[in-house]
């Protein structure tokens, strides 16, 4: 089971939010009583729930934090038109 | 007169029947007319009117055979206007569809004239209009016409409808390759433009700086679309293609911006697929991967491949490649909490979730190793850990032999192994666990899970130019040994050439000799306690040694009692090993009872012999000099025994008293103070008084 999908929250879920989560997905009824209940129980536990932050989440935005300027290709916008058709194919038809 | 008119008309209807009957309507309808014109009846004209038209038909199939003659030559407009013709009686469908195909045809023919023609004043895009109908008055499908079309409307900047016919063309030559590539550079499709022109192979500067301009647009595309945060498959997709494709497209600073586009695009659209649960899609762009394997990129790996391992066992193995090292990655961990003593909580939690997962798989083929695998790995790794998770340097180095030999780093790990011998317990624990890091490594892994042929590959399968070091030679005489061991406990006879490498390895690992000596003694099979005794006795000969001695000693009495209870020794044969035996060990208490045993069984079989034969003397002085009671025993009851007899006998008085004394006599040499020895002696008294008396 993956806690995470099953009371709809983000990893860095607080443990508030964990609760108000549990009352909205109760609301929902998509899942069990009991799903939902080992859901919490699993997420309110420190160790219980970074083992499942590991498995079922995924962030990535660390790698990207330092890529995100890309200078080299700056002046290489706009139009293609003044890439002119070369002759040296057009007996190769 | 008139009679004869009337005969002339009678002869010529006859002749013109007779000409109609037999086919020939020209004649036929010549006679009739000639007819007629003496004679108007109605069945005359009408006669004629079926001459006239069986003419017409017969007109018309000749026009057939010249139009299909004409066609033949390929004079086109010759037979269209011969088809016409005959059509124009015959009426017939199939007539009616040659005469369309031909007027197609000629359409086509002169279409195509006309297309040249206007491709020749530089008209391209009438040229393609041209192109277009002499295509389609042949059905539509001519390739050759296809292309020229594409190629005119590519002259003529049509480039979307020009590159629609493309993409239907095989394109086999460069010239409509090139074409295609450059509408599509020009419609913005970059990246499908050099992958259109990635073949050509055409020597020519300018055709090279025009794919330099495309990729730089590719480029600059892509950075677009990172600005704009959107489609990051293809910023991914495209920035590989560029970093995998021809150096000379780029600078260097515009390759380093595409190695950032690539990893920026990849991480983010893993991210898309994680949410969709796209994991096979995931492992996809992990296996291609270039550039360094972070830690984030192991634990990604790792959970990918758990994911994927939840429905499929052969996932396992993978899985099992990148998970220990994810979850013992210090940067890793940091994630799991604030709190350093956490982080082995959760890897226990970690550890144990994966220990579950394989053994949901435990009955496939699949999981049925991963956990013995997955014991060793955490037990190396946790190794590992123990002296690098203090040091500074060298943190990426905490990983399980599988990543090691998948990132090609297994020798810096062995380096680092070998700098820190001193941190091992002792040589035996620092080898194995080196050796399991080494190109040995996999054998034995098959070795813990008792794949005893498998893991014999290892004495064939290492390739001769190998470097060997000292873990190597380890795991060579380990897998050496234990193969050796199955197969004398499985009833090889012929073992010892796998225990030559024995000696040295039991100055090792003295934990070794003890199982082999345990074995030894534990062996139950007495007809393959040779095998055993071979073994024990060529270690000792190599490397004496006081476990071995003793196991040897055992070993020899245990065979030579079992063949000796097997009928397959006498007595003799059995005191010489059993000899040999109490020589390698007089401690070996089964040796020594069985000498025991064999000595009073061989002096008995003599005495009871000497009693058989009657010969006291012989049977007295084996009882007196035998070292064992046992035997003394057995003669003092042979003399009870005879005492009995002779009382129980009708004898004379004095024959009985005289064999008694002779009884009494040998007796008294072997020992006197013996119960029958005193009856013997009573009696004897007993009867000298009353003789006296």
């Not at chain 2, 070998?418 to 098959?446: I, V």
Request: net charge neutral.
């Amino acid at each position: 089971m993956n806690p995470y999908k099953i009371l709809n929250v983000d990893a860095d879920v607080t443990q508030k939010e964990i609760i108000q989560a549990v009352t909205r997905a109760m609301r929902e009824k998509r899942y069990s009583g009991r799903e939902l209940a080992q859901a919490q129980k699993i997420l309110l536990d420190p160790i219980s729930g970074a083992a499942q932050r590991f498995l079922h989440c995924v962030d990535l935005s660390r790698i990207r934090q330092s890529l995100e300027r890309i200078e080299a290709f700056e002046s290489n916008r706009g139009p293609i038109s003044d890439l002119t058709r070369l002759s040296i194919f057009d007996e190769d038809a | 007169m008139k009679k004869k008119k009337e005969k002339n008309i009678e002869s010529i209807l006859a002749r013109a029947e007779k000409f109609f009957l037999d086919g020939n309507f020209s004649l036929a309808m010549k006679e009739f007319e000639t007819a007629q014109k003496k004679l108007t009846r109605g069945d005359i004209a009408a006669k004629i009117a079926c001459c006239r038209k069986a003419l017409k038909t017969d007109n018309a199939k000749q026009l057939v055979k010249k139009a299909r003659k004409a066609e033949k030559k390929g004079d086109l407009g010759r037979a269209l206007k011969c088809f016409q013709q005959a059509n124009a009686v015959l009426n017939e469908a199939w007539i009616a569809q040659r005469i369309e195909n031909f007027k197609w045809q000629l359409t086509g023919r002169d279409a195509v004239s006309l297309a040249k023609a206007a491709e020749a004043a530089g008209d391209l895009l009438r040229a393609a209009t041209c192109y277009a109908k002499a295509c389609d008055a042949r059905g539509g499908t001519s390739e050759p016409l296809l292309l020229k079309r594409a190629r005119c409307l590519v002259g003529a900047g049509r480039y979307a409808e020009a590159v629609d016919i493309f993409k239907t063309l095989p394109l086999t030559k460069a010239g409509g390759r090139y074409d295609y590539g450059f509408a599509l550079a020009q419609m913005g499709c970059f990246s499908q433009c050099l992958r259109v022109w990635e073949d050509l192979e055409v020597n020519d500067d300018r055709f090279a700086e025009q794919k330099r301009v495309v990729a730089r647009r590719l480029g600059a595309h892509l950075v677009d679309c990172l600005k704009r945060k959107d489609d990051y498959a293809s910023i991914y997709r495209d920035a590989f293609y560029l970093l995998k494709t021809d150096d000379a497209l780029l600078t260097p600073d515009q390759r380093r911006s595409v190695e950032n586009l690539y990893a920026y695009g990849r991480s983010a659209w893993i991210e898309e697929l994680w949410e969709a649960e796209e994991f096979e899609a995931i492992s996809d762009i992990l296996t291609t991967a270039t550039g360094p394997l972070t830690p984030a990129l192991v634990a990604l790996n790792a959970k990918v491949w758990f994911k994927m391992a939840e429905d499929d066992g052969r996932r396992l193995h993978t899985m099992l490649i990148y998970w220990l090292p994810a979850i013992y990655s210090p940067s890793i961990a940091e994630s799991f909490s604030g709190s350093i003593g956490e982080w082995q909580k959760v890897r226990q939690k970690l550890i144990a979730m994966a220990e579950n997962l394989i053994k949901k798989h435990d009955d496939t083929r699949y999981g049925g190793r991963a956990l013995t695998n997955f014991t060793i790995d955490k037990e190396l790794i946790q190794t590992l850990a123990a002296f690098l998770e203090n040091q500074e340097k060298d943190v990426d180095l905490i990983c399980t032999p599988g990543l090691a030999a998948h990132l090609g780093r297994s020798d810096e790990v062995l380096s680092l192994i070998s700098a820190n011998e001193a941190f091992f317990e002792n040589k035996q624990q620092y080898l194995e666990f080196g050796a399991h890091y080494t190109a040995a490594g996999n054998y034995l892994y098959r070795l813990k899970n008792n794949a005893y042929e498998e893991a014999a590959g290892l004495l064939t399968d290492l390739q001769p130019d190998l470097e060997r070091d000292e873990f190597i030679d380890y795991a060579m005489q380990l897998i050496s040994f234990e193969y050796g061991l199955h197969r004398l406990e499985n009833g090889d006879t012929q073992t010892i050439r796998y225990f030559q490498s024995t000696p040295a390895l039991f100055d090792i690992a003295p934990a070794l000799e003890r199982k082999l000596t345990q074995k030894a003694l534990a062996f139950e099979a007495w007809d393959l306690l040779k095998s055993f005794e071979d073994v024990l006795f060529y270690i000792h000969n190599e490397r004496p040694s006081k476990a071995v001695r003793k196991a040897l000693s055992l070993v020899m009495a245990r065979r030579a009692v079992a063949m000796s209870n097997n009928g397959q020794s006498n007595p003799k044969a059995l005191k010489g090993i059993v000899n040999k035996a109490l020589k390698l060990d007089p401690e070996n208490e089964m040796a020594t009872g069985v000498i025991q045993d064999t000595v009073v069984h061989f002096e008995m079989k003599a005495m009871y012999t000497a009693f058989k034969r009657q010969k006291m003397g012989k049977a007295s002085r084996i009882a007196r000099e035998s070292e064992y009671d046992e035997v003394r025993d057995h003669y003092f009851g042979f003399i009870e025994e005879s005492f009995d007899q002779i009382m129980a006998n009708d004898w004379e008085r004095e024959e009985k008293l005289m064999m008694i004394n002779d009884l009494y006599k040998w007796g008294t040499t072997v020992g006197a103070l013996q119960p029958i020895m005193d009856r013997l002696e009573i009696h004897l008294n007993m009867n000298q008084s009353m003789v006296n008396g």
